[in-house]
């Protein structure tokens, strides 16, 4: 079970688009269309953001989205607004137990 | 209103145990997945432990398996984790997260998450 590999940092002005992506291996990423995104800001709880690699949770805008391809899943923040500054970690289905990736800190220029 | 509120972290020893447990409200427990996850303040989310709804699947991260077990009491609402063996690098913020509703089909990891209990292990 190896954390599944995600940039430590990304940036975009407002009204950018950004895209993090993730990682895997064919246990994990590839092999299941479980893969989800939290995002979390400073002293606060996880929130989910996509899971089953694209599907948006109710009440998450439609600016975020999800894709994958082969073993790497990616998240892309279109319309970036001060408030998506916040880390963002993905986490895939591995087989029985789920796997995280390291986080990466999405900075709004 | 979903709610989840854990308890039980604190200060231990190397080599000593802890049961944390994590209390829901709002949503009918007895039909969902849940998880423990935990975080070293400052650092990344790591995946500990899930059990389904009826307590017949679970499943745990290596660095955990045969130390901590996870468990549920569905007449009381409530999640448990109970940590033996307890290390220094087990020291983090844990979290209980609600997954999915075992009528659902979804898979993921959290879509309510607690505040948190802090575990330090130390000597």
């Known amino acids: 079970q190896s954390a599944l590999t995600q940039p430590p940092s990304a940036s975009g002005s407002p009204g950018q688009s950004v895209t993090i992506s993730c990682t895997g291996t064919s246990s994990d990423v590839g092999g299941y269309n479980y893969v989800s995104w939290h995002q979390q800001h400073p002293g606060k709880a996880p929130k989910l953001m996509i899971f089953e690699v694209t599907k948006r949770p109710s009440g998450v805008p439609d600016r975020f989205s999800g894709s994958k391809s082969g073993n790497t899943a990616s998240l892309t923040v279109s319309g970036l607004q001060g408030e998506d500054e916040a880390d963002y970690y993905c986490s895939s289905y591995a087989g029985g137990p789920w796997v995280f990736g390291g986080g990466t800190k999405l900075t709004v220029l | 209103e979903v709610q989840l509120v854990e308890s039980g972290g604190g200060f231990i020893q190397p080599g000593g145990s802890l049961r944390l447990s994590c209390a829901a409200s709002?949503?009918?427990?007895?039909?969902?997945?849940m998880h423990w996850v935990r975080q070293v303040p400052g650092k990344g989310l790591i995946w500990v432990s899930r059990i389904s709804s009826d307590s017949r699947t679970v499943s745990y991260a290596d660095s955990v398996k045969g130390r901590f077990t996870i468990s549920r009491d569905n007449a009381q609402n409530t999640l448990y984790l109970q940590m033996n063996s307890l290390t220094v690098e087990d020291t983090a913020v844990y979290y209980c997260?609600?997954?999915?509703?075992?009528?659902?089909?979804?898979?993921?990891?959290?879509?309510?998450w607690g505040q948190g209990t802090l575990v330090i292990v130390s000597s």
């Open positions: 997260a609600r997954g999915p509703d075992r009528r659902s089909g979804n898979y993921y990891v959290g879509d309510c």
């Open positions: 709002g949503f009918t427990f007895s039909n969902y997945w």
